[in-house]
């Protein structure tokens, strides 16, 4: 059983940073594709990052690259999204997902994912 927990989301002003974590158990973490996505109040779960099997390719959401970065610990089983310059409509509940994988591709689609976690609330004030 794929377990995916995260953590580290609060509230941080504007202009802010936040790191979140996404601690994997269960499997074999290294042999998983990860990927964030959030949703915000009212609208549907979007793409935020995602990051292939070993870390050596990312992809981004275009309106966020430059201001978040995905990266992973697979000797720690986890996942990270360090986020920058925050801004209010960072607003959302983060969520983490896992899907096995067999190379080095990346997944942006939601329904690509296997296992999702119970997400963290992050929370940017004005």
């Known amino acids: 059983q794929v377990q995916l927990v995260e953590s580290g989301g609060g509230l941080v002003q504007a202009g802010g940073s936040l790191r979140v974590s996404c601690a994997a158990s269960?499997?074999?973490?290294?042999?998983?594709?990860m990927g964030w996505f959030r949703q915000a109040p009212g609208k549907e779960r979007e793409f935020v990052a995602a990051?292939?099997?070993?870390?050596?390719?990312?992809s981004y959401a275009d309106s966020l690259r430059g201001r978040f970065t995905i990266s992973r610990d697979n000797t720690k089983n986890t996942v990270y999204l360090q986020m920058n310059k925050l801004k209010p409509e960072d607003t959302a509940v983060y969520y983490c997902?896992?899907?096995?994988?067999?190379?080095?591709?990346?997944?942006?689609?939601?329904?690509?994912?296997?296992?999702w976690g119970q997400g963290t609330q992050v929370t940017v004030s004005s």
């Open positions: 990051i292939s099997r070993s870390g050596g390719r990312t």
């Open positions: 997902g896992a899907r096995q994988a067999w190379d080095s591709n990346v997944f942006v689609a939601m329904v690509s994912y296997q296992y």
């Open positions: 269960g499997h074999t973490f290294s042999d998983y594709a």
